[in-house]
C-alpha cells in the first residue's frame, strides 16, 4: 500500500531530521549529566568507597540543616542580585548615550565590548595587579585622590572582597547588556518619540512612558542572561579568593567544588547542585514570562 506525504508532513519531517543531531548532542551534553546528578545525590556516593548505596534523602537532611549551604547561599544571592541590578542600571545609562548624537559614536560602540571579549582568567590577573596593596593603581588612585588614608587589601579583607569581585563582573559584563540595550533602543521607532513631542512631553517622560516599556523584553532577557551567569559563577571566584577569606566569597559554586572534590562527597555534591538549579529556576522562570509576554498593542 502507497502512503502519500503531504507537503507539510515532509516539511515536518525534513525539520525533525535537521534538529536530531543538535537533540542527540544536547541530550549527551547536558540532559545525561543533570538526570546524573540528580540520581547521584540519592546516594552515598564518595570517591574513598566503592560501595554507593542509596540513602533517599539524608544528602538533602544534611545539606538543608547546613549552615555553610545557606552562608553560601546568602553569598551567591548578594552576588548575582547586586550585579545584575548594578549591570542594568549601567547598562541603560551607558546604552542611552551611545544612542544619542555623541562625537566618535562609532568608536565607542566599537571598542565598549573589550572587557566582555577578555577572557575571565585574564581579567582576574589583570585585577589581581590592580587590587594589589603594595603596587596597585587602584589604592595609587583612591589615596592621591584623598578617599582613602591606608592601603587596602581588597581580596583579603572580609569585608571587601564580595564587593572586588562585583566589581570585576560588572566590568567585565556590563559592555555586552549595555550593547544588547542598544539594540532595543534602535528597534524603537523615532516617529513614536516625535508625536510624544508634539504632545508636549519631556526628555523625562518619554524615558519613563515609551522607552522602558519599549524594552521591557529587552530588560528581562539581558538580565535573565547575567542572572545565569552569574549564578553558575566559579571561575573569578576560584582564581581571585577561592572563596575566602573566612568563607567571605565562598559561593554556591566554590562549595560544591569543595564538597565534591576536596572533601570527595559526590553524592552531597550533587545535592548542592540539585538545590543550586532550583534556586536558579526561581529566579529565571518570572524573568522568561516578562521576556516573552506579549507586547500590548
Do not use: C
Not at 502519500?4 to 549527551?28: D, H, Y
Amino acid at each position: 500500500m502507497t502512503i502519500r506525504w503531504s507537503r507539510k508532513r515532509k516539511n515536518q519531517l525534513f525539520g525533525l531530521i535537521l534538529i536530531l543531531p543538535a537533540s542527540l548532542l544536547l541530550s549527551i551534553t547536558i540532559l545525561t549529566p543533570l538526570f546524573r546528578s540528580i540520581y547521584t545525590s540519592f546516594l552515598d556516593d564518595s570517591l574513598l568507597s566503592a560501595l554507593h548505596p542509596w540513602n533517599h534523602f539524608a544528602n538533602y537532611k544534611a545539606v538543608l540543616s547546613s549552615g555553610a549551604f545557606y552562608h553560601s547561599l546568602q553569598v551567591t544571592l548578594t552576588y548575582v542580585i547586586s550585579v545584575v541590578v548594578i549591570e542594568l542600571l549601567v547598562g541603560i545609562a551607558l546604552a542611552l548615550i551611545l544612542h544619542s548624537n555623541i562625537i566618535l559614536r562609532g568608536f565607542f560602540r566599537s571598542i565598549i565590548l573589550i572587557p566582555w571579549a577578555i577572557p575571565t582568567i585574564v581579567a582576574s590577573v589583570i585585577f589581581l595587579l590592580i587590587y594589589n596593596s603594595d603596587y596597585g593603581v587602584l589604592n595609587q588612585l583612591l589615596i592621591s585622590s584623598g578617599l582613602i588614608n591606608e592601603k587596602l587589601n581588597i581580596l583579603n579583607d572580609a569585608s571587601l572582597a564580595l564587593i572586588g569581585i562585583m566589581g570585576i563582573a560588572v566590568w567585565k559584563q556590563t559592555p555586552l547588556m549595555t550593547i544588547m540595550i542598544l539594540a532595543g533602543l534602535q528597534g524603537i521607532s523615532k516617529s513614536i518619540y516625535e508625536a510624544a513631542t508634539i504632545d508636549g512631553a519631556g526628555a523625562t517622560r518619554s524615558f519613563f512612558h515609551i522607552t522602558l516599556p519599549a524594552l521591557k523584553p529587552v530588560l528581562a532577557n539581558v538580565a535573565l542572561l547575567m542572572t545565569v551567569t552569574n549564578f553558575q559563577m566559579f571561575t573569578l571566584f576560584y582564581s581571585l579568593t577561592n572563596g575566602g577569606p573566612v568563607d567571605a566569597t565562598k559561593s554556591l559554586a566554590i562549595l560544591t567544588y569543595e564538597t565534591a572534590f576536596q572533601k570527595y562527597d559526590l553524592g552531597q555534591g550533587a545535592t548542592i547542585g540539585v538545590i543550586w538549579m532550583f534556586v536558579l529556576l526561581l529566579f529565571s522562570i518570572p524573568l522568561y514570562r516578562i521576556a516573552h509576554r506579549p507586547q500590548e498593542s
